[in-house]
């Protein structure tokens, strides 16, 4: 059972340049998250989707989109990457409200 | 954005003491969730809270939900080598809960 799978793992980007981080689950969970992790900050809700075909805003969504493609993919867009969005990225599902949430492994993204 | 406060935020112990933290907040939560993350890897959940007073425990590990739905407390028994790691606490608030707040992480580090 494969979980919550993130891709890719790492990524170095120029200033500038777009890209899409790609988030699959197969556990049928009907919510989907995004966080930015950063040194002594936790981590900060991006965007989430409550289920296939909404997404809401979080605590930092300045500079990224997101997709819910399917009950199965949420994806997040940088559309202009800049140095400040170097961070470690984790994906993340649940049931819905109040339940439990589970994480990918993390895509740590470099901006130079 | 609201992040959830937690403390200490770093703690630095020998083998076999007793560990205790705590995560509060200004808002009412219907959730509270507690995380374990180790170097390289994303949050695994460790303990899940549904009700104000509950007590759960998890092998050396025992969370309480508090009786006000605002602050929750890990302990963590007879720690061992293993228990390195960030500890969050991550809750779901009564007024949106389709939202998963995290706190900002305790960093335990265990000396033999």
């Known amino acids: 059972n494969a979980g919550v799978t993130q891709t890719p793992k790492f990524q170095v980007l120029k200033t500038g340049q777009s890209m899409t981080l790609q988030c699959a689950q197969d556990m049928n969970h009907n919510s989907m998250y995004w966080y930015r992790q950063d040194p002594g900050m936790g981590l900060r809700l991006i965007y989430y989707?409550?289920?296939?075909?909404?997404?809401d805003k979080g605590e930092v969504p300045n500079g990224y989109n997101v997709s819910r493609l399917n009950k199965r993919e949420f994806s997040l867009r940088l559309e202009s990457a800049a140095p400040s969005q170097t961070s470690v990225y984790f994906c993340?599902?649940?049931?819905?409200?109040?339940?439990?949430?589970?994480f990918g492994q993390g895509t740590r993204l470099t901006v130079v | 954005g609201q992040q959830l406060n937690q403390s200490p935020q770093s703690m630095f112990i020998q083998e076999g003491e007793d560990v205790s933290m705590n995560c509060t907040s200004s808002?009412?939560?219907?959730?509270w969730l507690w995380y374990k993350q180790e170097p390289g890897e994303g949050p695994v959940l460790l303990i899940a809270?549904?009700?104000?007073?509950e007590l759960t425990s998890n092998g050396r590990l025992t969370a309480q939900f508090g009786i006000t739905r605002k602050d929750s407390f890990l302990n963590i028994s007879a720690s061992i080598p293993s228990d390195v790691g960030i500890y969050f606490c991550a809750g779901q608030e009564r007024r949106n809960t389709d939202k998963l707040i995290f706190g900002t992480g305790t960093r335990l580090q265990v000396f033999p």
């Open positions: 993340a599902s649940s049931w819905g409200r109040v339940t439990e949430a589970f």
């Open positions: 809270l549904y009700k104000a007073g």
């Open positions: 808002s009412i939560f219907n959730t």
């Open positions: 989707s409550a289920s296939e075909g909404t997404t």
